[in-house]
């Protein structure tokens, strides 16, 4: 009988040693809840959809909250950073912290770091920032991130904590990056990291800074009759002619002025690199400027491109010489064609130059 009662109390306290044990381990990744915001100022509040009026040159807050924290995972954001047409997203992250989690309303300035990234604490907390890695993609490249955290047991102490970074949408410029974010097509500029299942908080396409101003081209037509690619004195200008402006397949197209003269107007929606051309006339060889023939020109805010001229001379048309004459039969072989002696049909004349020989048969 005693036996019998000692077997179900062994297997009680190792059960319940066995509920002790699990009860100690860290949640599980499945019990872990990340939830990925940015900041949207047109309505003051951390969101998990579109983001609204960026521009190019802004940093947008991010952050990535967390519930019942998992130290076992691999924590890693990704932000678009280069699509397949050139343009760049953006391109560099920072100001990474670790604070609490805080309501939806409550600005990105009014939250405090715990923990920095780079700073060593008393309980032995190191918040890492690996990066940036540039990974390829089927559509371009994103930038990469990864945080590592030594001690991260001390994280699990907090009723709740958020990571916290901003991002830079890249800006058009005349040197890398020559497009910037608001190059991107519709709300396509996204970020997403491997702890949300790639969840996208995607920035709707900035707009050009509202401050921009228009930027101008501008340049005269001139007949350059002797070729020596400088306008001279007495040179008249042309007028008609027509001047291109063309960016992909985009073309805008302005005729001379009685003074030889045009000029384009680029809007703030229409700046970066454009490639000015003359459209040829027959009769006509240019001059000037030097070969291609055209100005590539890469168009910021207020930028004003004058004496993008264009030179041309006038080309004689070519008219053939023609040879010409007559077979006759020179009956009294005085050397003049006589009334009465007849014309000679059949025979072949020759024009010889060198090796070159042209025949020609003599009609009736």
């Given at each position: 009988m005693r036996k019998v009662l000692i077997i179900p109390l062994v297997l009680f306290f190792l059960l319940s040693s066995m509920i002790c044990l699990v009860s100690q381990l860290p949640a599980s990744a499945a019990n872990t809840k990340w939830d990925l915001e940015g900041w949207r100022v047109d309505s003051n509040k951390w969101m998990d959809g579109l983001l609204f009026t960026?521009?190019?040159?802004?940093?947008?807050?991010?952050?990535?909250?967390?519930?019942?924290?998992?130290?076992?995972?691999?924590?890693?954001?990704?932000?678009?950073?280069?699509?397949?047409?050139?343009?760049?997203?953006?391109?560099?992250?920072?100001?990474?912290?670790?604070?609490?989690?805080?309501?939806?309303?409550?600005?990105?300035?009014?939250?405090?770091?715990?923990?920095?990234?780079?700073?060593?604490?008393?309980?032995?907390?190191?918040?890492?920032?690996?990066?940036?890695?540039?990974?390829?993609?089927?559509?371009?490249?994103?930038?990469?991130?990864?945080?590592?955290?030594?001690?991260?047991?001390?994280?699990?102490?907090?009723?709740?904590?958020?990571?916290?970074?901003?991002?830079?949408?890249?800006?058009?410029?005349?040197?890398?990056?020559?497009?910037?974010?608001s190059w991107w097509n519709g709300a396509s500029l996204h970020t997403h990291t491997t702890v949300t299942g790639r969840q996208d908080v995607p920035i709707k396409t900035p707009p050009r800074d509202p401050t921009s101003e228009p930027s101008t081209v501008s340049g005269y037509k001139w007949n350059d009759k002797n070729g020596d690619r400088n306008w001279d004195e007495g040179e008249p200008a042309l007028e008609g002619w027509t001047i291109e402006a063309t960016q992909g397949e985009v073309v805008k197209t302005v005729g001379t002025g009685s003074d030889g003269s045009y000029s384009f107007t680029f809007t703030e929606n229409e700046l970066g690199e454009w490639t000015i051309s003359e459209v040829p006339q027959?009769?006509?060889?240019?001059?000037?400027?030097?070969?291609?023939?055209?100005?590539?020109?890469?168009?910021?805010?207020?930028?004003?491109?004058?004496?993008?001229?264009?030179?041309?001379?006038?080309?004689?048309?070519?008219?053939?010489?023609?040879?010409?004459?007559?077979?006759?039969?020179?009956?009294?072989?005085?050397?003049?064609?006589?009334?009465?002696?007849?014309?000679?049909?059949?025979?072949?004349?020759?024009?010889?130059?060198?090796?070159?020989?042209?025949?020609?048969?003599?009609?009736?």
């Open positions: 960026y521009h190019e040159d802004n940093w947008v807050p991010y952050r990535l909250s967390v519930t019942d924290y998992n130290y076992t995972a691999d924590i890693r954001i990704q932000h678009d950073y280069l699509d397949a047409g050139g343009h760049y997203g953006i391109d560099q992250a920072t100001n990474f912290f670790i604070g609490l989690k805080t309501d939806r309303v409550t600005p990105p300035e009014s939250i405090l770091p715990i923990y920095e990234a780079g700073v060593s604490y008393p309980d032995g907390l190191v918040f890492h920032v690996e990066g940036p890695t540039y990974i390829t993609t089927s559509n371009g490249q994103e930038i990469e991130y990864r945080f590592i955290i030594d001690n991260p047991g001390a994280l699990m102490l907090l009723d709740g904590f958020a990571f916290y970074w901003k991002a830079h949408l890249a800006v058009t410029a005349s040197s890398p990056p020559p497009y910037g974010s027959t009769g006509w060889q240019q001059t000037y400027p030097a070969s291609p023939g055209t100005y590539t020109l890469n168009l910021q805010s207020g930028t004003n491109e004058t004496d993008r001229n264009f030179g041309n001379q006038a080309v004689e048309e070519f008219v053939p010489p023609v040879v010409s004459g007559y077979k006759w039969n020179d009956k009294n072989g005085d050397g003049n064609w006589d009334e009465g002696e007849p014309a000679l049909e059949g025979w072949t004349i020759k024009a010889t130059k060198g090796e070159v020989v042209k025949t020609d048969v003599t009609g009736s």
